[in-house]
């Protein structure tokens, strides 16, 4: 093998694409010449810092919950059950799922799994808030012109809860505003976004005040309360139990009518722009 | 009672969709960004790529994670070749302004500011070189370096023998050490290149 060879070599040999005889008599040549030992090395030192740069190009956190919201919505999977076989082992599954997971059945799924998702990402990836304040004024101004609509004042404490801020989220296809609340050291999000071309879960699991009913699910080991007002659904995600995830709801829905007789409410279905 | 059987088997093929392909989203948006060469294109990319996906899964014949990646990585970069490159991209790109300003405090981890320079320096020679290089050089560079992907899954992926990949992986990385050996990020190993032993570039 001579430093010819070495060169048209060096890729197949640092990838570990050669025989083992092929590799051997590399390393023999690398052994006993300097010129190619170089060579060898500077090739595996750049391309290991090219692998690092381009490592560095990380996906934005709301990208996947982009993509599910779409899948969601039902581009896809187009393909129609034929014959009876794929029938009956669909209806086996249906029945079993039917007895086992009741949550199945509840339609549809994107209003329900894309905001725990999100929060699941947000919790995981341990970023900062967009926005930390305790001040519920103070955070509406922030709001103001990143979302298309208007808001509600953010409650400042429910108990158990706190506010501690907010962030401006993009999932199913809109801007969504979470105001962020703390329970010891977790933090409870509150969703807030148009209600437009949405399908909303019928199941109600829970009344929340007079005239205004909500649906309860478990995803992800969060709790996820969903009810609509005005147009708009709230969505609130927490790491608490069912009992005291409606209890908080009910309390942030009554804070919410709370300010809105007291007149210093700007919530409004009126979509701006 | 159809209606239900139907509902739930798409539930469940969704969630086996989502559980295979949502952990490969981070390689593709990297080769996303290469190749489209702005954050915003590269996000639509991979976007319209899951969707289309999707739509295909139920033909799809996968049987583990490479076949899985190959498979949304094909996807890519079809739809790349049919939309994107017709109007975007030369060998002169043109980077977002943004992509400039991180460039700029790329290699934040060094804390000697010297280094830090260099590593910067480097990053943005780095990535430079890969959009200079011709595209079909370019797509199998980018896949090999952002997704790790093997020659065969390469092959796979954009549509032609091993042996071509093979070739075209060799051409543009002699390229790429041709253009990036006075950047290394290491200065020793750049002084330790001498005149003899530049590199005679296989076009």
């Known amino acids: 093998m001579n430093c010819r060879d070495i060169e048209e070599n060096t890729h197949a040999f640092l990838d570990g694409a050669l025989s083992d005889m092929q590799a051997e008599a590399i390393r023999h040549h690398l052994g006993a010449c300097a010129a190619c030992r170089r060579e060898v090395e500077l ?16 996906p934005p956190e709301n990208l996947w919950n982009r993509i599910a919201g779409n899948l969601a919505d039902g581009h896809g999977s187009k393909r129609r059950i034929r014959g009876s076989v794929w029938t009956g082992v669909a209806a086996a599954i249906a029945l079993l799922a039917l007895a086992t997971v009741q949550s199945f059945l509840a339609k549809p799924v994107a209003v329900v799994e894309v905001p725990v998702s999100e929060m699941r990402t947000f919790v995981e990836s341990r970023r900062p808030l967009d926005v930390a304040t305790t001040d519920p004024q103070q955070l509406l101004a ?42 010891g050291d977790r933090y409870v999000s509150l969703y807030i976004f148009s209600e437009s071309g949405l399908e909303i879960p019928e199941r109600v699991s829970a009344s929340l005040a007079q005239g205004v009913s909500a649906s309860v699910h478990r995803r992800e080991g969060f709790t996820h309360v969903v009810w609509v007002e005005e147009g708009f ?14 209890d908080l709801a009910r309390g942030m829905t009554a804070q919410f009518k709370e300010s809105k007789h007291a007149g210093g409410s700007r919530m409004s279905v009126q979509v701006l722009g | 009672m159809a209606d239900l059987v139907e509902r739930l088997r798409k539930r469940w093929t969704r969630e086996k969709f989502e559980r295979q392909t949502r952990a490969l989203l981070p390689g593709l948006y990297r080769a996303a960004y290469r190749l489209a060469g702005q ?5 639509d990319l991979v976007h319209d790529t899951y969707v289309k996906a999707f739509a295909a899964y139920d033909r799809a014949d996968i049987r583990g994670e490479a076949d899985c990646r190959a498979w949304l990585t094909r996807i890519m970069v079809n739809t790349y070749r049919d939309r994107y490159r017709r109007h975007q991209r030369s060998p002169e790109v043109q980077r977002s302004p943004e992509e400039a300003e991180v460039m700029s ?6 804390a000697d500011p010297a280094a830090r320079a260099e590593d910067s320096q480097f990053a943005r020679a780095a990535k430079e070189a890969i959009d200079g290089l011709p595209e079909d050089l370019r797509i199998v560079v980018v896949l090999f370096f952002s997704q790790e992907m093997s020659y065969r899954e390469i092959a796979e992926a954009v549509d032609c023998p091993v042996g071509t990949v093979m070739s075209r992986l060799y051409r543009g990385r002699r390229l790429l050490r041709e253009r990036l050996q006075d950047h290394a990020p290491d200065g020793k190993v750049a002084s330790k290149v001498d005149s003899n032993t530049k590199l005679k570039v296989v076009r």
């Open chain 2, 39 to 43: 954050p915003a294109d590269a996000e």
């Open chain 2, 105 to 110: 405090i790329e290699g934040a981890p060094l």
């Open chain 1, 142 to 183: 922030w709001f103001d012109g990143k979302v298309d609509f208007r808001l509600p004042p953010p409650p400042s404490t429910v108990k158990p809860v706190r506010l501690v801020g907010g962030r401006l989220c993009y999932f199913l296809d809109r801007r969504v505003a979470s105001y962020m609340y703390r329970h």
């Open chain 1, 43 to 58: 090739a595996r030192t750049l391309e290991s810092a090219v692998r690092v740069v381009v490592a560095e190009d990380k």
């Open chain 1, 233 to 246: 659904v709230y969505s609130l995600v927490a790491d608490l139990s069912t009992e005291e995830i409606v």
